[in-house]
């Protein structure tokens, strides 16, 4: 079957760093998003992976491992808007795509 | 502004009454998709659609309909709705279904089949 795996919850500080973590068994791979969800509101585009490595944007920077179906979410300098839940999505050799539950993130002051 | 939308954003209705919620993007977006999210389980997709007149089943398809007859709209149709489908759907849109096509997401809509 297909699984992608992600922590339920996450709990950070304002201004720390702070890792997602994804892992998943896909048939087959053509791609990983990451997606932020603040809550009662629409999933928003945040990476693409395609290619082993880290991909950075900002303050958000994204990494992928093919060979052990593994990626993360790096946030830096987190801030208070930045609590929201984050959704790990793969997209499998038909090109569908796959979403984990979603990680919910909470920054406290 | 580009945007997918969706209506109605809140729906509360009874066992068995018909009811649509319509989907429409301004992009010009070939793929269009619906999703429900429901706690613990994420998002699903219910159906897909690749261009115009072209529509495929997702996860989780019964008791839905779709249909694509523009390119812009995306309508999902309960023909009769029950509790089990008290959820919160979006819809989403893309360039294209492969490659680095983000999709766009609609505000959503969060139905209540009491």
């Known amino acids: 079957g297909q699984n992608i795996d992600q922590p339920t919850e996450m709990t950070a500080t304002e201004g720390a760093i702070v890792q997602i973590n994804c892992t998943y068994q896909?048939?087959?791979?053509?791609?990983l998003f990451w997606y932020q969800q603040h809550a009662g509101e629409a999933p928003t585009f945040l990476s693409y992976n395609v290619l082993d490595g880290l991909e950075e944007k900002g303050r958000f920077s994204s990494f992928l491992s093919r060979s052990k179906g593994y990626s993360y979410l790096l946030l830096k300098e987190l801030q208070m808007k930045d609590s929201a839940s984050y959704l790990c999505?793969?997209?499998?050799?038909?090109?569908?795509?796959?979403f984990g539950t979603g990680t919910r993130l909470q920054v406290f002051p | 502004e580009a945007q997918v939308t969706q209506n109605p954003r809140y729906l509360i209705t009874v066992t068995g009454k018909k009811l649509t919620v319509t989907c429409s993007q301004n992009?010009?977006?070939?793929?269009m998709s619906w999703y429900r999210q429901d706690p613990g389980l994420g998002l699903r997709q219910i159906y897909y659609s690749m261009n115009v007149e072209v529509t495929d089943k997702g996860d989780v398809p019964e008791g839905y309909k779709v249909s694509r007859k523009e390119k812009r709209n995306f309508p999902l149709i309960l023909e009769s709705p029950s509790p089990n489908q008290t959820s919160l759907y979006f819809c989403?849109?893309?360039?294209?279904?492969?490659?680095?096509?983000?999709?766009?997401f609609g505000p959503g809509t969060r139905l209540t089949v009491t």
């Open positions: 992009m010009n977006h070939e793929y």
């Open positions: 896909t048939s087959g791979f053509n791609g």
């Open positions: 989403a849109s893309s360039l294209y279904l492969a490659g680095a096509y983000e999709q766009y």
């Open positions: 999505a793969v997209q499998d050799n038909t090109d569908k795509l796959i």
